[in-house]
Nanobody, 122 residues
Framework: QVQLVESGGGLVQPGGSLRLSCAAS????????MGWYRQAPGKERELVAA???????NYQDSVKGRFTISRDNAKNTVYLQMNSLKPEDTAVYYC????????????????WGQGTQVTVST
């Protein structure tokens, strides 16, 4: 019923930049929270950044000042601009949507994207 399509991952050098995009599709009325999580090898998945439909934002401390999350409510799309990338940013990045209301105004379970690989290396 709802799908999240991610794009923008890749291989970059330290100090480089990437811009991730995640578009939610389906019979969606609204999405309260959209965010990005990441999971590095051997570690648990962690929140990177999240943004509400009203524009309230939270960042993981390690990315503050380097990453910027934004969203286009009309397009149900969330973005993550990643600058000054470090090797420790290497991970699979997952898009998440929570508080989803479909066209019937019913709530549906949270959705996750399939993940996109971000590798920061020389």
């Amino acid at each position: 019923q709802v799908q999240l399509v991610e794009s923008g991952g890749g291989l970059v050098q330290p100090g480089g930049s990437l811009r991730l995009s995640c578009a939610a599709s389906g019979s969606i009325f609204s999405i309260r929270v959209m965010g990005w999580y990441r999971q590095a090898p051997g570690k648990e998945r962690e929140l990177v950044a999240a943004i509400t439909s009203g524009g309230s934002i939270n960042y993981q401390d390690s990315v503050k000042g380097r990453f910027t999350i934004s969203r286009d409510n009309a397009k149900n799309t969330v973005y993550l601009q990643m600058n000054s990338l470090k090797p420790e940013d290497t991970a699979v990045y997952y898009c998440n949507a929570a508080g989803i209301r479909v066209a019937s105004l019913l709530y549906v379970p949270d959705y996750w994207g399939q993940g996109t690989q971000v590798t920061v290396s020389t």
